[in-house]
């Protein structure tokens, strides 16, 4: 089978929401939510790096959590909440990650970025990473070529302390 | 035909399972069809086409992501459970703190969000031939022969090798699962049964295609584990090549009870040296009553790896494993676990 009779093909039914916005499909089942984001959805923020799940390039948030989108097959996601990184925050409106990774130069060539950012959002929401040792531990899943690793755990430590400064705020009113 | 974003799986039907029932019937009916939970194996080996299953039976549906107490103050934990998921689980963290350790010593977070309990016992060996279709590999397709034998073989195993296969078992959690005799809840077509953690992998012997010693239709529901935490002395060394996120060389889970400093019950699980977690239980059973020190550690070492063979470009696995297992039963011994997201060796 070649993929010109990949159409004649049965699809299946998948109901997905997408940075909010709620989207039936109809796709097959060989489709893995990154092709599915960076075609049809034409989302080509997340990237495709490795494409085995060892770059983290393609991190997304699957119902909250940080996976590799290039690990999953599109349909086994039915009614599942995906945030890329067109999602988390706009140019005109950044996502407080977004604007440290900005801050802090946090990136070179930029590609492994949006994986970063969704694996640093899905971090500091999981609440396991303390230490900048925790950090970098915990961002092991994101290659980043360029070597901008220091910049990153920068960046990462910054909106933790924002998070922590926040917290004692609110605790003290 | 070559994909331009990359390489294209092979198609395959698709069916979601419901139930149980559901997706044991759809299994046995089809012996090309593969279980799909959190995807991060079986995917990866399908992008390689290592795997082409006809049918996929995609089992994330089923009610098998809950951590259930049991009767003797063990854990059962479900088949779907993430394994973030276990190493996060209060009871397990403390109770169970080797599991949990060994978890997050393995892959990368957003795999283990990922990736599941049962999924990560099924998962296949990294092995370099195993992974490229354009060299012989037994297990892949058996009969072919190993590249492996006399190739490079770096990563491959010291103990309980055979002549067809000298592939290792990946896995860190299985290495924590093997050391805490663990057992493993499946159901196929006859029913419900259990299979003590080790002898749920398998060695490589005649038949290295076989990973395990499920039968064709069975799939895994669940782990249970008992009532003896070693939740003061244990720890979970790891060695490889890099940092973090790469597979052991050699691993070692270690488990102690220590009474007035003698040793009540010992156990160690090695990863990375074997086609499944190595555990010798007969040889731990011999130190019993013996001094909790690094003298009787160092033999301890000696005995467990008297059979240990180098295949060559992993010759350096035996002098390493024989350290790795002195140091992590020494580290359970006093109480300081190996700290996952600490990079020196306590």
């Known amino acids: 089978m070649d993929i010109t009779t990949a159409d004649r093909q049965p699809k299946n039914r998948v109901a997905l929401t997408i940075n909010g916005d709620r989207h039936d499909l109809e796709i097959h089942p060989w489709v893995t939510l990154l092709d599915l984001l960076r075609g049809p959805m034409q989302l080509s923020g997340t990237k495709k790096g490795c494409d085995h799940g060892q770059c983290g390039a393609c991190t997304v948030l699957i119902d909250g959590e940080r996976m590799n989108s290039c690990l999953k097959f599109a349909v086994t996601l039915d009614g599942a909440e995906i945030t890329t990184i067109e999602g988390l925050g706009r140019p005109e409106n950044m996502h407080p990650m977004q604007k440290a990774f900005v801050e802090h130069d946090a990136y070179q060539c930029g590609y492994c970025t949006p994986g970063q950012i969704c694996s640093a959002v899905g971090l500091l929401k999981e609440g396991k990473a303390g230490t900048r040792e925790e950090i970098r531990e915990m961002m092991s899943g994101n290659l980043c070529r360029c070597g901008a690793y220091v910049n990153i755990a920068d960046a990462i430590e910054d909106v933790m302390g924002q998070e922590a400064r926040c917290g004692i705020r609110e605790a003290a009113e | ?346």
Not at chain 2, 79 to 94: G, K
Not at chain 2, 115 to 129: E, F, K, S
Not at chain 2, 174 to 180: D, I, N, P, T, W
């Open chain 2, 1 to 346: 035909m070559r994909h331009p974003g990359g390489r294209r799986v092979r198609h395959f039907s698709y069916t979601r399972a419901e139930t149980l029932g559901h997706a044991v019937a759809a299994l046995a009916a089809n012996p090309q069809a593969r279980v799909l939970a959190g995807g991060t194996n079986l995917i990866d080996l399908m992008k390689y086409d290592v795997e082409h299953p006809g049918a996929i039976v995609d089992i994330n549906r089923l009610p098998l992501r809950d951590i259930e107490e049991l009767p003797n103050g063990g854990l059962r934990i479900g088949a779907l459970v993430s394994n973030s998921a276990v190493a996060y689980d209060p009871r397990v963290a403390e109770r169970y703190p080797l599991l949990a350790s060994a978890i997050l010593a393995g892959a990368s977070p957003q795999l283990r969000n990922a990736a599941t309990t049962g999924g990560n016992l099924l998962q296949r060996t990294r092995c370099y031939y195993f992974y490229d279709p354009a060299t012989p590999c037994n297990k892949r397709e058996p009969g072919s022969g190993c590249g492996a034998i006399g190739g490079v073989n770096r990563i491959h195993a010291i103990l309980g090798a055979s002549e067809h296969c000298i592939a290792v078992h990946p896995s860190d959690m299985c290495v924590a699962l093997a050391a805490l005799s663990a057992t493993v809840e499946v159901e196929g077509p006859d029913g419900r049964r259990d299979i003590p953690f080790t002898d749920f992998h398998r060695l490589p012997g005649d038949h290295p295609e076989r990973d395990n010693t499920m039968h064709q239709g069975e799939i895994v529901t669940a782990i249970r584990l008992e009532g003896n935490h070693f939740a003061h002395h244990h720890s979970y060394l790891k060695l490889r090549d890099r940092l973090s996120y790469a597979f052991a060389l050699i691993s070692v889970a270690a488990a102690l009870d220590v009474k007035d400093g003698q040793i009540v019950d010992m156990r160690v699980a090695l990863g990375g040296v074997a086609h499944k977690p190595w555990r010798d239980t007969l040889a731990e059973a011999e130190f019993a009553g013996q001094p909790a020190t690094r003298e009787t550690f160092a033999t301890v070492a000696d005995r467990l790896l008297a059979g240990a063979q180098g295949q060559g470009d992993n010759d350096f696995k035996v002098p390493m494993a024989h350290k790795a297992i002195v140091r992590a039963l020494s580290q359970a011994a006093a109480g300081t676990p190996q700290i996952q997201a600490e990079k020196h060796v306590r």
